[in-house]
């Protein structure tokens, strides 16, 4: 990861334009609605020491958030930069440290982008 992508979860809209040209543009951030339900919440309402309001901490003691899973993209050109060291050297350690699982580290150099 060089850096992320702030639009990598609205992707139709922010790269409409780009769909439209036909590039392959994917999401990097999924965002949904979640649950929590910890034990320790549900205590704190059942003895009074959390008010529940209905709307974020349920009287069940549950909470409602939002949750993002953010996708790993390297940019491989550039995390070789940071690191001090060349490109090729960086696909060939990864590929080492990975027992080889990743063998397009190695025989596509074109490509510049790793998601593990």
């Known amino acids: 990861i060089a850096s992320i992508d702030p639009f990598g ?3 139709t809209e922010a790269y409409s334009a780009y769909l439209d040209k036909g590039f392959d543009v994917r999401p990097t951030i999924a965002v949904t609605k979640a649950h929590i ?4 919440c549900r205590e704190a309402v059942r003895t009074g020491r959390l008010k529940p309001d209905g ?5 069940s ?5 939002h949750k993002a899973a953010i996708e790993p993209v390297w940019y491989l050109p550039e995390i ?3 690191f001090g060291c060349t490109e090729t050297h960086l696909r060939q350690s990864i590929f080492r440290m990975t027992n080889g699982m990743y063998p397009e580290l190695i025989t ?3 490509i510049k982008i790793f998601l593990p």
């Open 9 to 11: 979860h609205l992707t």
């Open 80 to 82: 070789a930069r940071r």
């Open 61 to 65: 003691g549950k909470s409602m958030c």
């Open 55 to 59: 709307k974020i901490l349920m009287p």
């Open 108 to 110: 596509r150099p074109d």
């Open 37 to 40: 339900d910890l034990p320790e």
